[in-house]
């Protein structure tokens, strides 16, 4: 297969290119204007209207897959993958049961591979059963596939338990990705402490209870000398922890996801329950510092932690609403439409932070655009204006706070390994 004519986002800048691929991988790349002649039986698509980027990466789903098939499956997860243009997800640990062990793993990427979507990479939970009591099975779960640890919605609330996953972790090339809240702060609070709680009257959390954590993590990471990777950072003290810990050489990288650097908690004042994410929406001046933190390279990655429910679990109360936002299909958008448009990051930064840098941390294949690497290739159109429809989501999931919000920058096209998994109709 040869695509023709895209503008490819490289490590060297944008360039009109073609694209020969050949068993999977990439096997030639030549200016536009010099072509690659196509060969018997090699199929030829035109790309000149489209830009190339570096299959996407998501190294933070939720897939609900065993155990809470209503909300989503692996089949219609990977299929929304690919749609927002993802060709490798991470799926995270709090399934029924969890992912704790070598069967649920190996179940996850062998149903991964009958659906043959996207490629998917489990997370396995730190703890037996998410509980914080005892250590999983870490090496089982290695040997099986996972690419990381993590206790997902949950903190490890043991610090001597936390120091020795840490330990453990590393001793089997893993990394633990922490979810930071000290629930004792949090104290039920389903929305961030501020005006818009006191306005709403619903229950806040100060921004204490992410950035303790987040502390605790650097401290473990620097005493022990050892990697740690932040989940989605919402604070603006949160940012500041990790760039003052990676000048100081401590080995920390961080995410964030499209509704910190897009929304604040002012979405929250018309009771949309759609707008209740953990952490919660913050003020104006955490969006912005999530930005800097994004520009400045504090903050490493964008992922979605995208979080389907079913209908029954957002239409309720808000403070009975279930935490999350589905955001798999939307997040490629939202990133270009604020980062990119917005002049935050050049097209090669945000295919770092969409692509590279998720592989770099977590040591998957992929990232570049490059003779022999995996043919993963997303393909959008960054002139197209779409307005966000839930209804059309191929997701289970269609709690977003986006509905009706107007967006540049449409997936048209999205290939793995060679073979085209999505192309828009």
Known sequence: MIFYGADVVTKDGVKKLDIR??????AAIAPAEEGLAAGRGEQVVDCSLLTAFPGLIDMHVHLRDPGFENKETIETGTMSAVK????QICCMPNTKPVIDNKVVATYIKARAREVGRCKVHPIGAITEGQKGENLSAIGGMKAAGVVALSEDGKTVRNTSLMANAMMYASD????????????SLVNGGVVHAGYYSTLTGLKGSIRAAEDIIIAREICLAESLGLPVHICHVSTYSGVQLIREAKARG?????ETCPHYFTLTDAAIRDFDPDSKVNPPLREERDRLSVIEGLKDGTIDC????HAPHHADDKNVEYSYAAFGISGLETSFALSYTMLVKGGVLTLGELADKMSAAPARILGLEGGEI?????ADLTFADLG????VD????????KNTPFKGRTVTGRVKMTVVDGKIKYREK
């Open 370 to 374: 490059a003779v022999g690497m995996p």
């Open 384 to 387: 197209e204006a779409w307005t």
């Open 172 to 183: 089997f090339g893993l990394k633990c990705l922490c979810h930071c809240e000290d629930e």
């Open 390 to 397: 839930p209804a059309k989501f191929v997701s289970k999931g």
């Open 84 to 87: 927002g243009g993802f060709t």
């Open 302 to 305: 964008i992922v979605t932690d």
């Open 21 to 26: 691929v050949k068993r999977g991988k990439i």
């Open 250 to 254: 401590v080995q920390v990288t961080a």
